[in-house]
């Protein structure tokens, strides 16, 4: 590779935009599978995505490795990637994994939620090249997943905890601040997260959509959320430091992983790292171009064209710092020296909000949980962004 020739692309998203319902608080794209089902629609959109993963892959110019070439780090994601047919899903993982071919230490991540999982098939998908799986439980508890839409049973949840502990990677999704919760139920997520023996935790602050924040005004009053960030505010600290004590190091702002075994692709997107997206709503950027695909199903299989954005120089400096200094590994300094305001820097490393060493720069641990106002007050916004 010369000079002049873009890096290698090495890491792979794929989105399944389909559920078994659509939970009242999400706000990725998702759809019910049953109705695409029927119509015949999942089938075309699994062809879809192949036909799409060879046009993106042959057109690259070099920068995306073709068919057969090693990607580092494939996430299938969704949706429930899990909720596809067997027929269907089983042979797209195959396929997926022969991209890795090659790959001296590959990871394949792969969503699931309870009920659509077991241990035959996570058996029939590492086998064919899964090395860890992601599991949305959001709450042990009946109350609050009924808070937030879920449908999912406690036995279906008990179901795949049995199932996930012959996965030799794998992560739990917990929610916090959910309307009604309480500390007790907060404390409880996380022991039984932890006593399920995860390498990973996930504990997400609940975003309040227009859509899902009207919802719970209607039910539980006109303060319900202004309640919820408060208990947040109140007692995250704590959540984070029971996982800490459990051995999960807070290596990013919602992100928690016994030490070696963060999620690869994950960080790959906090430090910059150039991505490929497939499938209906997925985000790539490659080269300096950022492709959003058309979000729903019927657009994307319609073939509508994705959204395309320049970014400049500038704009990706600025996303590197944004993204990087919500980790604990934070950013080196002078690469993103020319976005940041050199008075608020001073200020900040002043109060002991930002701390500078060994030419990096990294948000005090104590201020991850306000980690947007104090990246907000340190970052120049670019012209035209």
Known sequence: ????????????????????????YCDFASEPVGPHLRAGRVAAYVDRL?????????????????PGAPFETIYLGGGTPTVLP??????????LAALQTGVARPEFTIEANPGTIDGRLLDQLCVRGVTRVSLGVQSFAPAPRAALGRRTGQDEIEAALRAMGAAREWNIDLVFGIPGQTWADAAADIDVAVAAGPTHISL????YTPGYAGRVARTRGAGAQEAAGA??????????????????LRYEVSNFAL???????NLAYWRGEDYLGIGASAVSTVDGERRTSPVSVAAYLAGEAPAIEVLSPQTRLWERAMLGLRTAEGVALAEVAAVLDAGALTRLLGQDCLRRR????????????VSNAVISALLVTPEGS
């Open 1 to 24: 590779m010369t000079e002049s020739e873009p890096a290698p692309v090495q890491h792979l998203y794929v989105h399944i935009p389909f559920c078994r319902s659509r939970c009242s």
């Open 50 to 66: 192949r036909n799409e993963l060879q046009e993106r892959t042959a057109a690259a110019g070099g920068a995306v490795p073709p």
């Open 86 to 95: 067997e027929d269907l899903l089983l042979p797209l993982v195959a396929e």
């Open 204 to 207: 997400y602050d609940l975003t």
């Open 231 to 248: 208990f947040t505010e109140e007692y995250l600290p704590a959540a984070v430091a029971r996982l800490a004590a459990a051995g999960y």
């Open 259 to 265: 030490p070696g075994h963060e999620c690869r692709h």
């Open 358 to 369: 060994c030419g990096r720069l990294r948000l005090n641990p104590a201020f991850l949980d």
